[in-house]
């Protein structure tokens, strides 16, 4: 009797366990749901603002460091170029080193901060872009090492910082917005890529009237030391946003969602939550029960289970895929500014000496500004008004649709478009058009669909394969194409390289088609992931000292 007794007071008590702990992973799940909400559903705020400002000036920076060398690499061709101009492999050396580095920090970056946390990494790729910047002002030539090489390694370092701002931002921007305003955010962000172009041009410019009486009064065109002074202050100057913002994002706190489901703790994440959204400062209890969801945790054999669905493997394809076709056509684009710059007035110069320099330099900064604001402002700026409304995925859809015809126009017609100065205007509107279509469209979604779609452990690690997809096509356009282009004659290749970008914006449209539309969706929604089986095994455990 007294056996059956103890049996039935086990079982009692087991099942009471059982029912607390059941209980504890409701409260749990409950508690978990309410944050993400908070944030989801939360009004636009000053917050919202300093995120997108802290995040938009890094890609002002980033922009503003790789447009620069396309002026400087004249101002470097006149004081250091055989014949006041680079050979074929230094301009494409100094162009092309950032791509690279891009590249290799977009895969690293993207990986470390859904390793270690965001908040770790914010802030370092910055450090890397503005010690790299200065580090090329300040470069010299030398016997044993010539000065184009030493700014090969620094634009490589350089661009390994820019690329790992594209994760991060992307990310932080994404994680801390709220549904309604996600696409706006994100959009905002990157169209201050926009505006880095157009200063980077603007500082040309201003450079070249302040040194105008230095140019006209040199003694020949091989001994132009004012325009020295002006490539580095061109580059060097391109650190100065990123020192603004250091301290900011150094400052900026993890995400919620990051502190929730990577790092487990609910509590914090809530407590950042309140700090964040209603700017009051609540303290940690050092002593406090940490509270830890079950999320999955991330490992190789973790992605490589996600990612072998065919339902995730077609999305991480289709945003990678996606950039990767844009970026050929987007930076292939600028192998025709030259023929843009001749026709709207601001080509090679006819004057002679001294005086073409200082005309050159004038004439690439005004044409530049010029190609900036008639067509990669205004579709940045039309995405961001429709993004929230529209969708991304019909904005991308149009984008590469309307791509296709242009470049098909563009290069089957492409004899006829250059023959006459009447023809060639034409040309010019339908380049504007192509640049127009571009950043309203696929070069502007590209970048905020891969924040959005993947699961927050690998939400970084996936927008970080995307971009590098896309900074793959960048180099395949700037190596592959320059080489091209002059296939039987200066600029003779040029419509066949139109027409090769047609095909690729015609393959776009089919990696378009297997992504998910994002808009007004939350970011757990878009994993493809059950959030039931988060609690599952939720525990609470107290911290020890």
Known sequence: M??????????????????????????????????????????????????????????????????????????????????QKLSKNQDLGVKVATPVGTLV???????????????????????????????????????AVHIIGVLIVWRFIMGVGIGGDYPLSAVISSEFASTKIRGRMMSAVFASQGWGNFTAALIAFILTAAYKSTILSSPSVTDLKGVDYMWRLLIGLGCVPGCVALYFRLTIPETPRYTMDIERNLGQATMD???????????????????????????????????????????????????????????????????????????????????????????????????????????????????????????????????????????????????????????????????????????????????EVFPTRYRSTGHGISAASGKLGAIVAQVGFSQLKDIGGTNKFVKHILEIFAFFMLTGIFSTLLLPETKGRSLEDLSNEDQEEFNKNATAQRLTS
């Open 105 to 143: 920090g977009q895969l690293l970056f993207g990986w470390l901060a859904d390793v270690v946390g965001r908040k770790r990494m914010y802030g370092v790729e910055l450090m890397i872009i503005i010690v790299a910047t200065f580090a090329q002002a300040l470069s010299g030539n030398a016997p």
């Open 2 to 83: 007294d056996a059956l007794q103890t049996k039935d007071t086990s079982s009692s008590g087991s099942k009471e366990n059982i029912d607390v702990k059941t209980h504890h992973t409701t409260v749990l799940d409950d508690r978990r749901r309410a944050a993400l909400a908070e944030v989801d559903n939360a009004k636009f705020s000053w917050f919202h603002v300093k995120v997108c400002l802290v995040a938009g000036v890094g890609f002002f920076t980033d922009a503003y460091d790789i447009f620069a060398i396309n002026i400087a690499s004249s101002m470097l061709g006149y004081v250091y170029g055989h014949n």
């Open 273 to 451: 939550i309140t700090n964040v959204l209603t700017e009051k400062k609540i303290a940690t209890d050092p002593d406090a029960a940490v509270e830890r969801t079950a999320a999955p945790k991330a490992s190789w054999a973790d992605f490589a289970r996600y990612f072998s669905q065919w339902k995730n493997f077609k999305i991480i394809f289709g945003t990678a895929y996606s950039w990767f076709a844009l970026d050929i056509a987007f930076y292939g684009l600028g192998l025709n500014s030259s023929i843009i710059l001749t026709a709207i007035g601001f080509g090679s110069p006819k004057s002679k000496g001294v005086q073409a320099v200082y005309d050159n330099l004038k004439n690439v900064s005004v044409g530049n500004m010029i190609i900036s604001a008639a067509g990669l402002i205004p579709g940045y700026w039309t995405t961001f008004l429709f993004v929230d409304h529209w969708g991304r995925k019909p904005i991308q859809l149009m984008g590469f649709i309307i791509l296709t015809i242009l470049f098909i126009i563009m290069g089957f017609a492409y004899d006829k478009l250059t023959a006459t100065p009447a023809a060639t205007k034409a040309f010019v509107f339908l380049y504007c058009l192509a640049n127009f279509f571009q950043n309203f469209g696929p070069n502007t979604t590209t970048f905020i669909i891969p924040g």
